[in-house]
């Protein structure tokens, strides 16, 4: 058959080769993609993403001043979390209050501020306990935009180096730390899983005594450990003088 073709018998040479390159192009392929052959069939390699580092904001640069720490938080273009200030979630409460409370991060339902969600119920549950409400409380998040995972060292840095100015700004006299997020970045990287006694955190200002315990979406999941984070609230509650 071969003979036959180059030898022009039925088809010539040439119109063989002009009715392949026509088929390729109504197929679509109509641009050489590469000097040398390759198997198409072969799966590309896999790479892991680039992740730009953020930097953390010297702390000459930190805002002097709660409410441009909170627009700094809420608008500011520094946010380690790829969320536009739409989607992130201010403090609240009252600055200046004998307990500070800290958030690893929105819930999905949190709208606003935090705790506005399916959290609610059980959160306000846990102040009165504590005979206290949100106006008697300064609640902020570590992380003002919520993060589909554990938080890279960079960022973990950068929010470190927020809060610690933010704790000191808002000079509480107790701090409750609430996820294993904040807790490892603020105490150490064991702190939750090494729960029981009071701890210290260092800020801008000095210290303050701080616990670290479950988040209110992780006693939603496991009631039975309402228990251990009651006994971790007492604590609290002397060092408030309740």
Not at 123 to 136: G, K, Q, V, W, Y
Not at 156 to 174: D, F, K
Not at 181 to 209: C, F, K, M, S, Y
Request: proline share 10%; net charge negative; aromatic share 6%.
């Amino acid at each position: 058959m071969c003979q036959t073709v180059l030898s022009g018998g039925q088809h010539r040479f040439r119109d063989v080769i002009a009715s392949a390159i026509g088929w390729w192009a109504e197929a679509g392929l109509d641009t050489l993609a590469d000097e040398q052959p390759r198997d198409w069939l072969t799966p590309p390699a896999k790479t892991s993403p680039t992740l730009q580092p953020v930097a953390s904001p010297p702390a000459a640069s930190l805002p002097d001043g709660i409410e441009a720490l909170r627009t700094l938080l809420t608008t500011g273009d520094y946010a380690p979390q790829p969320a536009p200030p739409g989607r992130r979630v201010a403090p609240s409460g009252t600055p200046g209050s004998d307990l500070m409370i800290v958030a690893d991060m929105p819930d999905a339902d949190d709208a606003g501020t935090l705790f506005a969600g399916e959290t609610a119920r059980l959160f306000d549950a846990m102040l009165t306990a504590m005979s206290l409400d949100r106006a008697r409380v300064y609640l902020a998040p570590f992380s003002p935009a919520r993060s589909a995972g554990r938080i890279a060292p960079d960022q973990g840095e950068a929010l470190a180096a927020l809060m610690r100015r933010h704790i000191s700004l808002a000079a509480p006299q107790a701090l409750m730390i609430f996820g294993d997020e904040p807790a490892r970045w603020l105490i150490g990287p064991e702190a939750l899983q090494n729960r029981g006694g009071l701890r210290e955190v260092n800020h801008d200002g000095g210290t303050v005594p701080a616990i670290a315990t479950f988040h209110p979406r992780h006693l939603r999941r496991m009631p039975a450990l309402k228990a251990s984070a009651w006994t971790d609230m007492r604590l609290l509650l002397g060092v408030l003088g309740q």
